[in-house]
């Protein structure tokens, strides 16, 4: 669905993207962990075209995203769901228009059938419908990620994209997320890229995992296969993330 050839990004000398290969098949829990700092975040701006590589290509189902005409673009939009790692709520909107927010600026959806479909997508991700009258700045770090997960999956996309869904949750609340993600993206039979840093997580929720060290994927392959990757910097990264010694 997406592939990404030889991808590089810079910021002056900093240069964090250094030439990344990876592709995003139909079908795939793809996970993608790496350090701090790696470029995680960045890379997963390339992939949907909020952020133009300084060099290389990004393919969406066969076709170069740079050639791509904007009514393409529009359409392959239409096709995700974005949730963005610091929430990316709207504060001055109630809840249930933040969910409905996609939905609201196509002229076939009125307000109330908007907001019926918000009360539903609360209901998916364990939250009462009266949450829909609240205001961001009303809800606990665990809510509002709760609400940017129903906002993700307002429009039932083909393709999830999520941003360290859990940072800076408590592990209970980090295991009901996961959770979520895994009921909701089994529900919808879509497909779905993760970043995280919380190893435990991707475990739960992949079945592909892809490492990105220095600017690079150093190791992509099965979720099951990582603990046996054979790659030194994969190994470290894995030990250090679960707390186990190498």
Same mark, same amino acid.
Request: proline content about 3%.
């Given at each position: 669905?997406i592939?990404?050839n030889g991808v590089?990004?810079?910021?002056?000398d900093?240069?964090?993207?250094?030439?990344?290969d990876?592709?995003?098949?139909e079908g795939?829990?793809?996970?993608?962990i790496?350090?701090?700092?790696?470029?995680k975040?960045?890379?997963?701006k390339?992939m949907?075209g #909020?952020? +133009? !590589?300084? =060099? %290389?290509s990004?393919?969406?189902?066969?076709?170069?995203?740079?050639?791509?005409?904007?009514?393409?673009?529009?359409?392959?939009e239409?096709?995700?769901g974005m949730?963005?790692?610091?929430?990316?709520?709207?504060?001055?909107?109630?809840?249930w228009?933040?969910?409905?927010?996609?939905?609201?600026?196509d002229?076939?959806w009125?307000?109330?059938?908007?907001r019926?479909?918000?009360?539903?997508?609360?209901?998916?991700?364990?939250?009462?419908?009266?949450?829909g009258d609240l205001y961001?700045?009303?809800?606990?770090?665990?809510?509002?990620?709760?609400?940017?997960?129903?906002?993700?999956?307002a429009?039932?996309?083909?393709?999830?994209? #999520?941003d +360290? !869904?859990? =940072? %800076?949750?408590d592990?209970i609340?980090?295991?009901?997320i996961?959770?979520m993600?895994?009921?909701?993206v089994?529900e919808?039979?879509?497909?779905s890229f993760v970043?995280?840093?919380?190893m435990t997580?991707?475990?739960?929720i992949?079945n592909?995992?892809?490492?990105?060290?220095e600017?690079?994927?150093?190791w992509?392959?099965?979720t099951?296969?990582?603990?046996a990757?054979?790659?030194?910097?994969?190994?470290?990264?894995?030990?250090?993330?679960s707390?186990?010694s190498a």
């Amino acid at each position: 669905m997406i592939k990404l050839n030889g991808v590089t990004k810079s910021f002056g000398d900093n240069h964090i993207l250094t030439g990344v290969d990876l592709a995003l098949d139909e079908g795939d829990s793809l996970v993608l962990i790496g350090g701090s700092g790696s470029g995680k975040s960045l890379l997963l701006k390339c992939m949907i075209g #909020l952020v +133009e !590589p300084d =060099a %290389g290509s990004v393919e969406i189902d066969g076709h170069d995203a740079r050639r791509m005409s904007g009514r393409d673009r529009k359409a392959f939009e239409t096709r995700f769901g974005m949730l963005f790692q610091y929430g990316g709520l709207f504060d001055s909107l109630p809840v249930w228009e933040n969910i409905a927010f996609r939905l609201l600026q196509d002229s076939a959806w009125d307000p109330k059938r908007a907001r019926e479909a918000a009360d539903d997508r609360l209901a998916m991700v364990g939250l009462e419908a009266e949450v829909g009258d609240l205001y961001p700045a009303e809800l606990s770090g665990g809510m509002q990620k709760r609400v940017g997960l129903a906002r993700a999956i307002a429009t039932d996309p083909e393709v999830l994209f #999520l941003d +360290e !869904p859990t =940072a %800076g949750l408590d592990p209970i609340m980090c295991n009901i997320i996961y959770e979520m993600i895994q009921k909701n993206v089994n529900e919808l039979g879509a497909t779905s890229f993760v970043i995280t840093s919380d190893m435990t997580g991707a475990l739960k929720i992949s079945n592909r995992m892809a490492v990105l060290h220095e600017g690079r994927i150093v190791w992509d392959g099965p979720t099951a296969d990582v603990e046996a990757s054979g790659n030194a910097d994969v190994d470290q990264f894995i030990h250090a993330a679960s707390g186990r010694s190498a």
